[in-house]
């Protein structure tokens, strides 16, 4: 029964995983790469902890598949927000199919008013 | 069931990996290198999970921890290096 569990949950984990890498290899810009990467990778990364802890069901087995999880959920988001905040800043191009950039718009408001730049 | 699918995982992480590679080459900007990196830093993650169940070596996941908290740190150092204006 578990195995067979572990075994759905491997290949859901690695068709997740496996989509997270052709939406960096496919995507148009840093922005939307980093979107595909970080959400479908750390589904997967779950998927395939989760099933083995399954097969693996000592205590310590157990308590190092938790701390992994724990540790990507938590640093994940945070990476991915730096990388972007890094790239927005350092004037990467956006898709030219993009249809909102609220920061621009804050700064060039900002401007107009004539306040001195933020952050 | 358990076999085959142990079987595929890892197939299917190793095409990932290889498909992240190639976007770790081609670029085209440092940022996008970044991305690329992290990505391939979750995906042995993985790799070392599926392997240390389905041979029941779970001192592997060791190297797994180890692999999560080094990925992590490289990504902070590049990111603080690209803000700080290098986005080649």
Redesign the interface.
């Known amino acids: 029964m578990t195995e067979v569990a572990t075994g759905i949950l491997w290949m859901v984990g690695s068709s997740f995983a496996f989509l997270a890498a052709l939406g960096v290899l496919r995507m148009p810009d840093v922005f939307t790469r980093m979107q595909a990467s970080t959400k479908a990778s750390t589904l997967g990364l779950a998927c395939f902890l989760i099933g083995a802890g399954l097969q693996l069901a000592d205590l310590g087995s157990i308590i190092r598949l938790l701390s992994i999880g724990a540790f990507t959920l938590v640093t994940t988001p945070v990476s991915a927000h730096l990388i972007a905040r890094a790239a927005y800043r350092a004037d990467i191009p956006l898709w030219d199919g993009t249809v909102l950039d609220e920061r621009r718009e804050a700064l060039e408001r900002a401007q107009a008013n004539g306040q001195p730049e933020v952050g | 069931?358990?076999?085959?699918?142990?079987q595929?995982?890892?197939?299917?992480?190793a095409?990932?990996?290889l498909?992240?590679v190639?976007?770790l080459v081609r670029g085209p900007?440092l940022?996008?290198r970044?991305?690329?990196q992290?990505?391939i830093g979750?995906?042995v993650?993985?790799l070392i999970?599926?392997l240390?169940?389905?041979t029941?070596v779970?001192a592997t996941?060791?190297a797994?921890?180890v692999i999560?908290?080094i990925a992590?740190v490289a990504?902070?150092a590049?990111?603080?290096y690209?803000?700080k204006?290098?986005?080649e």
């Open positions: 069931m358990l076999e085959f699918g142990t595929f995982a890892l197939v299917m992480l095409a990932a990996v498909v992240a190639v976007r900007t940022p996008d970044v991305v690329a992290d990505l979750i995906l993650v993985g999970v599926v240390a169940a389905s029941g779970h996941l060791d797994a921890i999560a908290l992590f990504t902070i590049y990111a603080t690209v803000e204006g290098h986005p």
